[in-house]
């Protein structure tokens, strides 16, 4: 077990590690996201020497790799409102969920290698560019399904964006000390983001800016897009852009449709009372798999550069990782569904509810930071964060099963974003198991709010509201608890 599971493990392109390369959960290696320090001229001059110039150009990168987490985040507290507004039903308001993580999750290994075959810069103006285009869609959107539709082209274009973002950092900072000052930067805006996401769809919603409701929280947006993108026209440099990556579409396309094959069904499952064929995409999907690994497999002995190396999945440890990092964000269903109960259920105004879970935007924020000086526990942090974390998910479904609200229920969301804050850096490196993080996400959403929906079978009030989402957090609580489990770094054996 290496000493170290922070830092990914760095292999060449193309190359498979060795097992002691991806011993622990949190070290597989992407080849999108192992750049080489070298980087090319661009139209504006090449890479500043200046650490001013540097950081300029770090700011406008991180500002825009701050959107996608808002993005997700924001949505939350306004789904009650999109529910009122548009009459979607609660299959629809899972798949606004889904979809973007569907979105980001296939596409996320593609988008870095993009970077790599034309350039970050142009890339990440280009993922920009769509981003923004995918705001204003779902801002405008007459319909649930036109909704959906935006949401799963954000998915696809921050895709495109956040693997540029990390990609650039490591090509501006080639020192060592300078490069864990800009990850722990990029790790402090991603605390920001959960904070700030869930307290504006609250705040927007809440307020109305334009008379716009929940349409704000996508519009709104848009000039801070504009800002950003101007900026990093100006200030980013051009790296990557080489050639030698190819692209593994085929892949891309089985992952979408074995994805499509589980979400789709659980979500509107229950919706549509269970018929018989809604169990055959279901069905298929280990088929589907199974014609990915071969395909993946068969890409790879032809001198394919596949999205996940057949080699890889020999090793247990990779295969470990994949699956904590799935398990890890099924915690996804908390954020969508803590919103839904508050609004709906206890009829709190979308600023309060907004309000009641940042304490774990918060918890989120300091978690990597108290962690951080924690050198001999460092291989143990992973496992000791989740933890903390079921023990703050299993106090929160407790205390909402109870009745009870305020400072109580206020500390334990603070624990339970304080334990993912120390476990999520550990997971939070590489381009598959960034992948596998979504591909939870997108799940959960759809299994653990069909569960949520389930439950509440139609009833109101403050009661019913509660017991389905006390049974949904417990639920979560277990999928979490079992990431943690075969999170626990073996004991190494005597030489």
């Excluded at 979408?256 to 919706?271: F, H, Q």
């Amino acid at each position: 077990m290496p000493s170290e599971p922070i830092a990914p493990p760095r292999v060449a392109r193309g190359q498979t590690p060795s097992p002691s390369q991806a011993s622990s959960p949190s070290q597989a290696s992407s080849p999108s996201q192992a750049p080489s320090p070298s980087v090319s001229r661009w139209r504006g001059g090449a890479v500043p020497n200046s650490d001013a110039g540097r950081w300029a150009a770090a700011i406008a990168l991180l500002a825009g790799g701050f959107l996608p987490p808002v993005d997700f985040f924001i949505v939350n507290v306004a789904l009650p409102s999109i529910h009122a507004d548009l009459g979607a039903t609660p299959a629809e308001m899972q798949l606004v969920i889904s979809a973007y993580a569907v979105g980001y999750a296939v596409f996320l290994i593609t988008g870095g290698r993009l970077g790599d075959l034309f350039g970050r810069r142009r890339m990440f103006l280009a993922g920009m560019a769509a981003f923004s285009l995918a705001n204003l869609v779902c801002g405008v959107a007459p319909s649930p399904p036109l909704l959906l539709v935006g949401r799963v082209l954000q998915g696809l274009s921050a895709s495109m964006l956040i693997p540029q973002v990390l990609a650039s950092l490591r090509a501006l900072f080639a020192d060592e000390r300078s490069l864990a000052r800009a990850m722990s930067a990029y790790g402090i805006m991603m605390g920001m983001a959960a904070a700030i996401g869930q307290f504006a769809g609250g705040a927007l919603v809440q307020w109305n800016p334009f008379d716009w409701g929940w349409r704000a929280v996508f519009l709104l947006k848009l000039p801070i897009c504009a800002v950003t993108l101007g900026a990093a026209w100006v200030l980013v440099p051009e790296t990557g852009g080489r050639g030698g990556t190819r692209l593994d579409i085929g892949g891309a396309a089985l992952v979408s449709l074995m994805l499509a094959c589980v979400v789709v069904p659980l979500s509107k499952g229950r919706e549509l009372g269970w018929p018989w064929w809604i169990f055959a995409p279901l069905a298929l999907t280990p088929v589907l798999a199974a014609v990915f690994l071969c395909y993946e497999d068969r890409l790879a002995r032809h001198g394919g550069l596949p999205l996940v190396d057949p080699g890889l999945l020999a090793l247990p440890g990779f295969r470990r990782g994949v699956l904590v990092g799935t398990l890890f964000f099924f915690t996804t269903a908390f954020y969508f569904l803590f919103g839904i109960y508050h609004q709906e259920g206890r009829g709190v105004p979308p600023l309060q509810t907004g309000l009641a879970i940042v304490p774990y935007g918060v918890g989120l924020f300091l978690g990597p930071l108290l962690s951080a000086p924690m050198q001999r526990l460092r291989p143990k942090l992973l496992a000791l964060g989740m933890a903390v974390q079921v023990t703050g998910y299993a106090l929160i479904g407790l205390l909402v099963w109870a009745g009870t609200a305020g400072v109580p229920l206020s500390a334990v969301v603070f624990l339970a974003g304080f334990g993912q804050g120390v476990a999520f850096p550990r997971l939070f490196n590489t381009g598959i198991l960034n992948s596998a993080l979504q591909v939870g996400a997108a799940v959960s959403a759809a299994a653990i709010g069909s569960l949520f929906f389930a439950v509440l079978d139609g009833r109101s009030g403050e009661r019913a509201f509660a017991e389905a989402f006390a049974t949904a957090q417990w639920t979560v609580t277990a999928a979490l608890a079992v990431a943690m489990i075969i999170a626990i770094p073996p004991r190494r054996r005597p030489a």
